[in-house]
């Protein structure tokens, strides 16, 4: 008999066939899975943190990620869009997007309300390695929106503290007005389990923090070059700065981790938008450290 | 391997034998040269035909899929069933089927495997046949110009009649059924050996055979060749619409008049397209045609090689045919063929 195959989706219902939520998952990847927003907080005027539940047991217990993996959000009739997972592993059953209002897509979820719905499909992409940072130094360097991944590590170091050894956080933002999670930063500030550094390009007579680019802390920084990890991600144009600070402390390059943005459409390898030279982004990365960023070309 | 041969004339029956069951998409002649279309007869199929204007990746990865369709007011997923029709490629070149080759490691790649590629791949055959190279064929550069693997038949005219290689049990049963299979004998195999060679003879020599390609690549990745060459280029993405290795595409929604039920869908898209690279925000990663075709190119003739161990460009000539401003491959291969001469002097 000639071979005939069929693809079939179908949609989730209560008592359907029994299936664990990663064979659900697998039987087609493409499909986004019901997530309800269960929290919106708004973080600066151009940025909201939404926390999601995904309704089905299934799906929900079979979702687990790692700091620096992402997401595909669904707005049906709108589309889809990559957005990387601001909170931390050790908290399970939520998930936190932070999402800055840029365009179409991100325009219509910040019009959305608690208890909508939108579809969700990952996690996606290769993680920072956080097993392999357990027992070292960790410093983080976030500009910008790049502190929506970072926040997701940032979070996990902190909820394993003693696992780690001297964490610094580098944060710069334009204005006072665009820092995120502000008010945890603001009371990190006064902690000595981690040494924190949040800076400005244009401070306001409220400033009281650093001033300058995200580089600029290095002056200061004392770090044990063998026993450190680097995570970085910001704006386009920052890693190269921020890496050489990092490699004139002596780190090596294969310990400096950042995590790269391209739009990742389909976010498994395939659909080409989100390659940077001769990988993606979505499967090779997005975290990449340098000694492999340095291997492909147009990466920074 | 198997191989057995069969005569010429028996090859109306094999074709007629596929009719009963399969769709059959073959090589036909059009007003515009030749196409991979559906026929309904022997007497349509071209089989010598040099090339066809687009490829056959069409029928693993459509210009245009459904993937589910949805209901924008209660955000879910409605049912969706595709039955994907049984059908045989009859005719394939060997740079074709090795381009086939090529889209299943990315589309059936362990990590995520693509359902809809899958089903069209899994009642799909494959029928191979052999061909003399065309003035803009370099397959034999991409070692593309025979294919070991990705074909349930491959018949080698070896004058008059047919050395098959026989690749998969359905068809197989099929050829055994509908024609007069014969053990190979000596003489078939020098048949079959000459025929290879003449092939190989026959390439055009004016494509120059450079063999450091991927070092090239990356040692002349700032040349400004790459600007002459973005200059150029039309943004218009003739070229990877008729490469048959080409597989970038868009995932858009589609709504209906209704405004409430829709269609996630997938489209081909081109790296080649001025936005291709932008993200939410405005960034264009590759904002001129000198990064466009330069990331396009590097993909061909270096990218894949790294991951998949083969190159992504197979030499089929269509994209030089295609270009309105003569950029393909084989400019590439001639700017390292004078890059090589101005080294040595």
């Known amino acids: 008999m000639p071979n005939s195959a069929r693809v079939v989706v179908t949609p989730l219902r209560e008592g359907g066939p029994a299936a664990t939520g990663s064979e659900l998952v697998r039987a087609n990847p493409y499909r986004p899975w019901p997530a309800r927003i269960t929290s919106i907080t708004e973080l600066t005027a151009h940025e909201k943190l939404f926390e999601f539940r995904l309704v089905d047991d299934r799906i929900r217990e079979a979702f687990h990620h790692e700091p620096g993996q992402f997401v595909e959000l669904s707005i049906f009739g709108v589309g889809e869009a990559p957005i990387s997972i601001s909170s931390s592993p050790t908290k399970s059953g939520f998930i936190e997007l932070c999402v800055r209002r840029a365009g179409e897509f991100t325009t219509r979820l910040h019009e959305l309300q608690c208890g909508d719905t939108v579809g969700i499909r990952g996690p996606y992409g290769r993680p920072f390695p956080i097993d392999e940072m357990r027992g070292h130094d960790v410093l983080l360097v976030a500009g910008g929106l790049g502190i929506a991944p970072l926040r997701s590590l940032i979070n996990n170091i902190h909820d394993e503290r003693s696992e780690f050894g001297k964490v610094t956080i580098i944060y710069g933002s334009r204005t006072p007005k665009d820092v995120m999670f502000r008010d945890q930063f603001e009371m990190w500030r006064h902690r000595k389990d981690f040494d924190l550094y949040l800076t400005v390009d244009e401070p306001d007579d409220s400033w009281d923090g650093e001033v300058g680019l995200v580089t600029k802390p290095f002056e200061h920084l004392e770090i044990v070059p063998d026993h450190t990890y680097g995570a970085v991600c910001g704006p386009p144009v920052m890693y190269k700065f921020v890496v050489q600070?990092?490699?004139?402390?002596?780190?090596?390059?294969?310990?400096?981790?950042?995590?790269?943005?391209r739009h990742m459409k389909c976010g498994m390898g395939k659909c080409g938008h989100c390659q940077i030279g001769h990988q993606y982004c979505c499967i090779d990365g997005p975290v990449f450290n340098y000694w492999e960023a340095k291997n492909i070309q147009g990466s920074m | 391997m198997l191989y057995r041969v069969i005569d010429g004339s028996e090859l109306p029956l094999l074709v007629e034998a596929f009719l009963e069951r399969y769709e059959v998409i073959a090589p036909v002649q059009t007003k515009k040269g030749y196409a991979f279309a559906p026929v309904d007869s022997f007497d349509q199929v071209a089989l010598d035909y040099p090339s066809t204007v687009s490829s056959l990746k069409k029928y693993y990865l459509p210009q245009r899929?459904?993937?589910?369709?949805?209901?924008?007011?209660?955000?879910?997923?409605?049912?969706?069933?595709?039955?994907?029709?049984?059908?045989?490629?009859?005719?394939?070149?060997?740079?074709?089927?090795?381009?086939?080759?090529?889209?299943?490691?990315?589309?059936?790649?362990?990590?995520?495997?693509?359902?809809?590629?899958?089903?069209?791949?899994?009642?799909?055959?494959?029928?191979?046949?052999?061909?003399?190279?065309?003035?803009?064929c370099f397959c034999q550069l991409m070692d593309a110009d025979e294919a070991r693997s990705g074909y349930d038949l491959f018949l080698q005219d070896i004058g008059g009649r047919y050395l098959v290689s026989m690749n998969s049990v359905e068809?197989?049963?099929?050829?055994?059924?509908?024609?007069?299979?014969?053990?190979?004998?000596?003489?078939?195999?020098?048949?079959?050996?000459?025929?290879?060679r003449r092939r190989q003879e026959s390439f055009n020599p004016a494509i120059p055979d450079i063999q450091e390609i991927p070092m090239l690549m990356d040692a002349f990745h700032s040349d400004a060749f790459w600007d002459e060459l973005g200059e150029r280029c039309l943004s218009c993405t003739a070229c990877s619409a008729v490469c048959p290795t080409c597989h970038c595409f868009d995932i858009r929604d589609v709504l209906d008049p209704d405004g409430r039920i829709g269609e996630r869908e997938r489209v081909w898209d081109a790296c080649t397209s001025p936005q291709f690279a932008t993200v939410t925000g405005g960034h264009n990663f590759r904002p001129t045609g000198r990064e466009r075709v330069r990331h396009r190119m590097y993909h061909k003739l270096n990218g894949f090689l790294a991951t998949h161990d083969r190159n992504l460009c197979v030499g089929c000539g269509r994209c030089v045919r295609a270009c309105k401003a003569n950029i393909s491959p084989i400019e590439v291969l001639r700017f390292f063929e004078k890059k090589g001469a101005e080294d040595a002097e």
């Open chain 1, 245 to 261: 600070e990092m490699r004139n402390k002596g780190i090596s390059y294969d310990h400096i981790y950042m995590s790269f943005e």
């Open chain 2, 65 to 136: 899929e459904t993937l589910f369709r949805f209901d924008a007011e209660t955000n879910e997923v409605l049912d969706l069933e595709v039955e994907v029709r049984p059908r045989v490629l009859f005719g394939a070149h060997a740079c074709d089927i090795n381009a086939i080759n090529c889209l299943n490691s990315v589309f059936e790649d362990a990590r995520y495997p693509d359902p809809y590629y899958e089903a069209h791949r899994r009642s799909m055959l494959v029928v191979g046949i052999s061909c003399t190279p065309t003035s803009e």
């Open chain 2, 171 to 196: 068809a197989a049963n099929i050829l055994e059924t509908a024609c007069n299979p014969r053990v190979a004998t000596d003489e078939d195999r020098r048949a079959f050996r000459q025929a290879t």
